[in-house]
Nanobody, 122 residues
């Protein structure tokens, strides 16, 4: 059973930084795509960033490009989302997701974490 557990959310001032973690277990993730999504109250869940576990390419939404970085630690089976230059509009619940196969920006991921809240104050 795949489990994804996010951590690292919290309250930060605008222009600050946070690093989210997604601890993955239950599988060998070498053939998986790992992604981050976010959802604000009253809005749809949207794609933020993704990478193929075994590859070097990364993908970002235009709204976070240049500010957020997705990375992984094989030894810890953990995916990270480094968020710099945070803005109040980045306030949302952030979700980690996993799927077998290629990167997609839709919600077509088989596995989801429980989410971690990020609040950015102005």
């Amino acid at each position: 059973q795949v489990q994804l557990v996010e951590s690292g959310g919290g309250l930060v001032q605008a222009a600050g930084s946070l690093r989210l973690s997604c601890a993955a277990s239950g599988r060998t993730f070498s053939s998986y795509t790992m992604a981050w999504f976010r959802q604000s109250p009253g809005k749809e869940r949207t794609f933020i960033a993704a990478r193929y576990w075994s590859g070097g390419n990364t993908y970002y939404a235009d709204s976070v490009k240049g500010r957020f970085t997705i990375s992984k630690d094989n030894a810890k089976n953990t995916v990270y989302l480094q968020m710099n230059g945070l803005k109040p509009e980045d306030t949302a619940v952030y979700y980690c997701a996993a799927r077998v196969g290629a990167v997609v920006t839709s919600l077509q991921y088989q596995y989801w974490g429980q989410g971690t809240q990020v609040n950015v104050s102005s």
